[in-house]
């Protein structure tokens, strides 16, 4: 009472004001949301920690109410291997990008990883992760985070890697004259001009995930079976049962999961990241910011933490970590001839252990003429890839330049393409196994479309994400000296949007090899059909748990995949990088 005379306000009157100076209705609703999220994502994450013979023992249940718990645990799977592929991006890309010497080692290297087929991955890594949390669920999920990282991460490293090499040579300049170091370079240049491209292929990448979530959360190879909760399960339990409604459920749980991130996540992301755009132009069509976007700007408490998060990390890139970017290293030039002939003599005594260590193994394991013949079966799938490649490029990047040049079609275009990756490319195994075998047909052939069904989402998004990353000047310029047909074409689009294709092409290319496993031998029920090819060789030795014989498969793949990208998307690449930049 003597506050109250005193013209203090109460204690349940402070309150209310603060409450109301620093928290509002918006703060109260994205506070309760993210409590029940927080008690839900807990409530999954205990599972991880439980015994394993406890999650083998329970089948997944195809009735409608165990979806959503399903969902959640296959997003937190997804979203998990999402991190850990953004962190090796920034390690990997960064020093390949940066490093002449790195790269020689680590470009070769991304294209056997990125190469290898998931089964190849699952072959070896399920066995090391079971036995590092023996007896518990959680060796089974990093097996499956693992898995789907691997359809995740080099699309993003190439992504990030092909934007690092296109920084316009002025930018560098600056960096140096300002006397930034290494730290304070990468995280004011080059991540800024690396985010729209990062920020396209992590939604391709998420979406990418989907396709391979059956085989993550349905792990078997030989003796070893291993069945996690969750959605891709659900879809390979209902493929086995011939559920059509078990099936058509799964796909609506897994659009609404993907709807809800696009909107959350995705969405105010890629409209941050238009400020990142080389050029900053305008393109003449007003940006719409995304409603969730204005609703966190609604917040105080929320915003005012978010800003204070901002501030810190700014900081954080400003310290004055590593050499400036500009220090040139004190040594001669015989020094330098010598150290680069000892670097070469390195990795060729490298090469050269390594390959008499593997040309010892193969020749006391297997024939000549298995090797020849599977060298044949990856020139029989190689030829597939391809055509299919030359296919999706003639129909989605010319309809990718046109969604993209216009914001209002690029941001319908980018859910509807995420929910076209996101589709599982094996529900349609059933239609063409049905229709093949009914209509008598070559599988050799009519299988050939299904490995370009998910891959083919990579070139568009890329297209779409260079076509609206070309400076709004330039285009404005375009338009007011009447440029357009094929000289449009060749000295303004093309060279603005190859280093953009050039990665959805590679990623592609990958996602049709790894694709070439599950549609060169399509199952649909007890009905099997097998074509002659290099993914069914693997395939068929998977479920024989022939560990030689996924070796020798995986090492083909291997092979052919570095001939392709050194005789063929490498040089393009580098050409790309050197003449096709707007500066």
């Known amino acids: 009472m003597n506050d109250r005379r005193q013209g203090f306000p109460s204690q349940p009157e402070l309150f209310s004001s603060l409450a109301q100076r620093y928290v509002n209705s918006a703060d109260v609703l994205l506070l309760v949301c993210v409590a029940a999220c927080a008690i839900a994502v807990g409530a999954a994450v205990r599972h991880m920690f439980g015994p394993l013979a406890a999650v083998t023992a329970t089948p997944v249940h195809l009735e409608f109410s165990y979806l ?78 693992f898995t789907i990282f691997t359809s995740q991460a080099w699309n993003m490293t190439l992504g990030m890697y092909q934007s690092l090499r296109a920084v316009p040579s002025e930018l560098d300049e600056a960096a140096r004259c300002f006397g930034l170091t290494s730290w304070q370079k990468f995280w004011r240049l080059d991540v800024p001009c690396a985010v729209p491209s990062l920020v396209w292929n992590a939604m391709m990448s998420m979406a990418g995930g989907w396709f391979m979530v059956v085989y993550s959360e349905s792990i078997s190879v030989g003796s070893t079976e291993v069945v996690l909760p969750g959605i891709g399960s659900y879809v390979g339990r209902a493929i086995d049962q011939r559920d059509g409604a078990a099936i058509g459920a799964a796909i609506a749980a897994m659009m609404a999961v993907i709807l809800l991130y696009d909107q959350l996540l995705f969405r105010p992301l890629a409209a941050w990241a238009t400020r990142f755009r080389l050029g900053g132009g305008d393109s003449g069509v007003p940006v719409v910011e995304p409603w969730f ?94 055509s299919m490649l030359v296919l999706a490029s003639v129909i989605w990047v010319p309809l990718g330049v046109w969604l993209g040049l216009n914001p209002v079609r690029a941001r319908r275009a980018q859910l509807a393409a995420q929910y076209c990756a996101a589709f599982p490319a094996n529900l349609f195994f059933p239609v063409f196994v049905v229709g093949i075998v009914h209509f008598h047909l070559m599988p050799d052939v009519w299988l050939t479309p299904l490995m370009i069904l998910g891959a083919q989402w990579y070139i568009l998004f890329n297209v779409i994400a260079g076509a609206s990353s070309l400076p709004g000047e330039l285009l404005e310029v375009c338009r007011s000296l009447n440029v357009r047909g094929w000289f449009w074409w060749r000295r303004v689009l093309l060279p603005g949007i190859m280093p953009y294709y050039l990665v959805g092409a590679v990623a592609a290319a990958g996602g049709a ?39 020798l498969g995986t090492v083909v793949m291997c092979v052919l995949v570095m001939l392709l990208n050194t005789l063929f998307w490498r040089p393009l690449s580098d050409f790309a990088a050197r003449r096709l930049k707007l500066n």
């Open 513 to 551: 090899w790894n694709a070439a496993i599950a549609s060169e031998m399509a199952e649909w029920g007890n009905v099997t059909l097998v074509a002659h090819g290099l993914g069914a060789y693997i395939a068929q030795a998977t479920l024989r748990g022939d560990i030689n014989q996924i070796g």
């Open 293 to 386: 976007l204005r609703f966190l700007r609604r917040t105080l408490l929320i915003h005012t933490v978010g800003d204070a998060l901002f501030l810190a990390a700014r900081k954080v890139s400003y310290l004055k970590v590593g050499r400036a970017v500009g220090v040139a290293q004190s040594t001669s030039p015989a020094g330098s001839v010598a150290s680069e002939w000892l670097w070469r003599g390195f990795l060729g005594m490298v090469f050269l252990a390594a390959l008499l260590l593997v040309g010892r193994y193969a020749y006391e394991t297997y024939a000549m003429a298995e090797v020849g013949h599977v060298f044949a079966l990856g020139g029989i799938t190689m030829v597939r890839v391809m």
């Open 68 to 145: 959503p718990g399903y969902a959640l645990r296959t997003t937190l799977r997804m979203f998990a291997a999402l991190g850990v592929s953004l962190v090796f991006t920034f390690c990997y890309a960064t020093l390949a990008a940066r490093s002449a010497r790195a790269r020689q080692v680590l470009i070769p290297l991304l294209d056997v990883l990125q190469s290898v087929p998931i089964l190849g991955f699952l072959a070896f890594t399920v066995t090391f992760f079971l036995a590092l949390f023996p007896g518990r669920v959680l060796g089974g999920e990093l097996a499956a985070i």
